[in-house]
Structures are given as C-alpha cells and as structure tokens.
C-alpha cells in the first residue's frame, strides 16, 4: 500500500476534509449561488434542529416524531425477529422445512421491502399497523437468513454427540442449535435493525400521519429544506446510535465465546 | 442415452439420483401455494378480493395494464422507465464510486481526508434523501437519478475500498519493485485485485437501486411501475398492486443475474485461480 502516515497526521487530515466538507456547504449558501430557501447553512440546520426540539412541527416535536417512529420499529424489528430467527433455526435443523420454505422465502426476497406499501396500507392502515409491516419486510430476511447459517454450520461434532446421547430433537435445538449459533443471530439482528430503520422511513415518507418520515414529508411539501434536513440529522443519530448499540452487544458477545479475533 | 443424462443427475455430495429431491419439493411447494392462492380466493372465497386478488384478478390486472394502461401508460412504458433510471443511477454511481474506492485504499491520505465525510452521511438512510431531491430537482427523472446514485454509490466506494486493501501485499510489493507505471498499476494490479470485492459491492448496490426507486416513484412520479402502485393503492386494486408487486421482483431478479453473469465474465481468471489453488 502506498506510504503509512502518522496517526497526528491522520487526525489533521481528518479535520481538513471535514472542515472542507462544512466550509464548502457553508460557501455555497452564504454566497447566494444557490437559492437560501435550497441550501440552508449547517449552522441555520442546527438551529433548526434546536428549533425542532420543542416546537412543533407537523403535528408533534422533533423528540415526538421519533418516539413515534421508534416505536413502530421496535414492534416491527422484535416481530421480526420473534418469526425470523426461529424459522432460521428451524430450517437449519430440519431438511424438509428448509427444502419447503426456501423456493418461497427466495422469490419473496426479491420484492424490494418498500413494494408492500400498498398491500401493507391496505391490510393494516396507515396508522400503526401498516408501517410495522413494512419494518417486517424488511427486517426479517437477515434475521431468518443468519440463524440458518448459525445453525447450519453449527460444528458438526457437538450435534453428533448430542445424538450419540440419544437427546431428543428439542433439546438438541434448544441446547446445541441455539446458543452455538448466538453470534451469527445477533450479527443478523444488526443487519435487520439497519434494514428495519431505513424501510421505517421509507413507510413514513409513503404512508403516516405521524413520525420522522412524515415531518420530513411536511417539510418537503412546505418548501422548508432545514426542516427535511434536520430530519434527515435525527434519522442519521437515530440509525448510529442503534448500530453502535447491537455492534457493542456482538462484541460482548463474540468476546464472552472466546471468538474476538 | 439422451433420455438419461436428463433424468439422472449426481447433486453436490455426488449422490446420484433422478430429478434431485431439493428441486422436486420446491416445485411441490410452489403448485401448492398456488392451488391455496385459487382455493383461498376463488373456490371458497375466505379471503375477500378485496384483501387480495384471485389469479383471475390478477390476470385481469395484467392486461389491463398491458393493454389500455394504468397510471399513465401501459407495462412497457412503466418498466422501461424503472429500468431506465435504475440503469443509469446504477452506472453513474459505479463511475464514481469505484475510482473513489481506489483511490481511498491507495492512498492513506486520500482515506484520512475523506473517511469523515463519509462517516458523517453514512448513517443517513438512502431513502431519507428522497424528500430532499424531490425539493432540489422535482419529481422527474433526476430526482431519481439522484437518490439511485446515492444508495448505490456508498455500498461501492466501502466495498472498492476494502477490496484495494485486502489485496496481497507482495503482490503490490512485487508491482511497485519492478516499477510499474501508476496508470498500468492501476488497471492491472488494483482493479483486477480489488474485483471480487468490488462485485460484491455491486450486488449490494443494485439491490440497494431498486428499493430506493421503488420507494422514490411512490413518493412521486408519472411513470415507473412504483407509481403503478401508488395509484392502484389509491384506487383500492389489489390485482393491480401484486402484478405491480410481481414486476419488481421480476426485474430485480433479472438485472441481479445480469450482474450475476458478467461477473462470472469478469472473474473467470479468478474462478481458475481459487480452482487450481485447490
């Protein structure tokens, strides 16, 4: 690879391509090239977002919106997750499920998760119903898919004794199946829950009366970009805060099976 | 002889057997779904069409949309429209992510300066850029082009990029000793290198393209088969909303063997390289 630069180095790199980033932005708006009401400053989307925090905006507070919108995704991802993972196990377990259910789960995967809009408004409405279909569809592949594969390369040795000791089927998925494939589950859920976020929005943008995606909906209508932008902030500290949490909670994990590398 | 090479074929552990079972069961699972669909819908109508089209409906719904049209135009227009835009977004992110990607895991001061900037936007859905565009370009196609080139140029750049640095180390050592030229380097050391990880990237890109439009046209559009949906959403027309439904499956399965196959072009030496390796 080309030449290795100091941390100091890296760090002042660092800072200049963001200042870069932000000055050029800044730049841009202040110098009347765009039209203000196009590209707001960084610093007009921060005092929005402050603005934000306590005064309403399309019918709820910026912290509104989001307990809104969070509360859907929890239903939909711990839905998606309650379905998904012991399909997964289950299909990594017995061949004949796997063989049934997987023509089905692979033509199903190529329908964009958003594509169930309609059908999701018309079975469960726009109100709560409709847009935890939504985080469903989209949550619940990777959470099916990686409790197949944790259960799928389970090392072949353990089930081999288990059935050498007669343990009945149950109790090898209950107690070799599912906690040998914990890690690849929560590496699945951290996926789901990056997949279940942005389908989240998708929904509000599409479908909601409430919720981040629908405040940026009314901004958009409105004409007031710092409002879609510091939505888009929320949505952005919203989606890290939640990877950085699950990414904690693999580590701990991975760290207490003894497979950090 | 001919007969036989049809029917008896050996699977992956080298078991030998007619028609291979995985495939039969498939088959079996499908005709029974179907059949349940016409029970469930026609035959005993526990399900209103209302809720959910019968195949009839559907069929109608087919060619309702390839005959008259829906929406604004017929199913030609609409998928060629989807395909279109998904196409270009697709290509013009690839143009621009790639190069980045390589230039990131070349050069550690290109990474330091630009990985912040990446950190910062990174987080941000690609959907969530869809009201935004709409505000800066409207509701035609370059609204789309945009939000497309966004969700599909960062899976490439991070991909591009850790393909670059995953690449052997003698290998770079062995290029840089002899003197290779940059642009020879380029094309014939960190390309090819970086491909396998650059075509995972790729995939993860076009599927990334089609959720975005998808959801982009059902925001707002006039043509594209997203705004087929939103309009039979609106209309209340479940036959509508699954061929609708149906069509993007169908058309992200096709462009992700297209990928598939030139891939399989592109990686030939690399198939050959792992396969010799043992």
Redesign the interface.
Known sequence: MNRQISLLQSIGLGFLGLACFLGFWQGMSMSGLVSNIFLPSPLEVYDRFMTLLDRRFAGATLPGHLAASFQRFAYGFLLAAAIGIPLGLLMGWYQLLDEIVSPLFDALRFVAPIAWVPFAALWFGTGIGGPIMIIFAGAFPPCVINAYRGAKFVDPRLIEAANMLGTPSRRVIMEVLLPSSVPSIISGLRVSAGLGWQSLVGAELIVASAGVGYMMVQGQANIQTHTVMAGMVAIGLVGLALDTALRAFERFIQKRRGLEQ | MKYESVYIITDSLGRRGRVP??MS???A??LI?CVLWLAMTTLFGIVPSG??PSPAETWSALVHVSGRGYGGGDLTLHVYNSLRLVVMGFLFAIATGVPLGLLM?????AE??????FL?IR??????????A???LGLGDAAKIMVIWFSAFVPSVINTFAGV?NID?PV?EAAYMLGMPKFRFVTEVLVPGASPMIFTGLRLSL?AS??TL??AE??GAFYGI?RV??V??QD?Y?GM?LV??IA???L??GT?RVLGMAEARALRWNTAALAAKG
Do not use: C, E, H, Y
């Open positions: 079972r995985r069961i498939g088959l699972t499908i779904v809720r959910f895991g070349w050069s550690r001061k330091a300066f630009i990985n912040p900037i910062i987080p941000i859905p690609p959907l969530a850029w869809i009201p935004l709409i505000l800066w640095r180390r770079l599927q089609w959720t998808v959801a059902l925001v997203g949906l939103n039979a959403q209340l479940p909303i609708g439904m993007v499956a169908i992200g399965w992700t």
